[in-house]
Nanobody
Framework: QVQLVESGGGLVQAGGSLRLSCAAS????????MGWFRQAPGKEREFVAA????????YYADSVKGRFTISRDNAKNTVYLQMNSLKPEDTAVYYC?????????????????WGQGTQVTVSS
């Protein structure tokens, strides 16, 4: 069982930056692939970024590639999402997820644990 708690969301102007953190409980964090998803009002949850258990592989949605960076610190049981050059269309609730199923996951169904989400609002 893994419990995930996101933090770091907030209100930022377009062009600004935020860093999201996701703290995980449990001693097997390093064996989980981790991902970030987001859901805007009236839209479906979408993939943002993913990282393998070792941190050696990362994947990004085209919409955030070059602006967002996912990383993890297995010693701190934490995964991060550095978000730069934020745009109003990045406004959403951001969710952290953990997968014991795949080495790295691009789809929501590949993840078996989810955090409660953190709101990110980008003003124009």
């Amino acid at each position: 069982q893994v419990q995930l708690v996101e933090s770091g969301g907030g209100l930022v102007q377009a062009g600004g930056s935020l860093r999201l953190s996701c703290a995980a409980s449990g001693r097997t964090f390093s064996s989980y692939a981790m991902g970030w998803f987001r859901q805007a009002p009236g839209k479906e949850r979408e993939f943002v970024a993913a990282i393998s258990w070792s941190g050696g592989s990362t994947y990004y949605a085209d919409s955030v590639k070059g602006r967002f960076t996912i990383s993890r610190d297995n010693a701190k049981n934490t995964v991060y999402l550095q978000m730069n050059s934020l745009k109003p269309e990045d406004t959403a609730v951001y969710y952290c997820a953990a997968s014991s199923i795949v080495v790295v996951g691009l789809y929501a169904y590949e993840y078996d644990y989810w955090g409660q989400g953190t709101q990110v609002t980008v003003s124009s």
